[in-house]
């Protein structure tokens, strides 16, 4: 993900597999709880659902939210129209590092705007 590497939002990638992943993972959790007879099959269905359905909704709002050019502000997620790039297509877009529709700003060079970004390290 060229794009996510170059803004540090790598994370948002991680709530879109987290979101996934819950679903057969936590079946497979649900089903030894209720196996084990640790929490009613109700609980189990509800929280799995309710746990995957949170975490793709988080994801869309914070991929369709946080996901900005750092030289012009652009929103990197939504189409010069105005409409939003189905999911699928950003992420082919971010891991081909394509540039900004708006400014031509390519991931992994420095922002070309002015003289904000500074390289300190205050860990
Ligand atoms: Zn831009």
Redesign the pocket.
Known sequence: MKTLDALGKNWIFLLDRAAIYTLPLGILFGMFMVFTQTLPWKTCVLGVLGVSFTLSVVHQVCLYHFV???????N?TIFKDGKKIQPKFLYNAFSAGK???????VPGEPPTNNEEQHSQDND
């Open positions: 900005k050019c750092p030289t012009c502000g652009w990197l540039p900004c529709l708006n400014c031509g700003w």
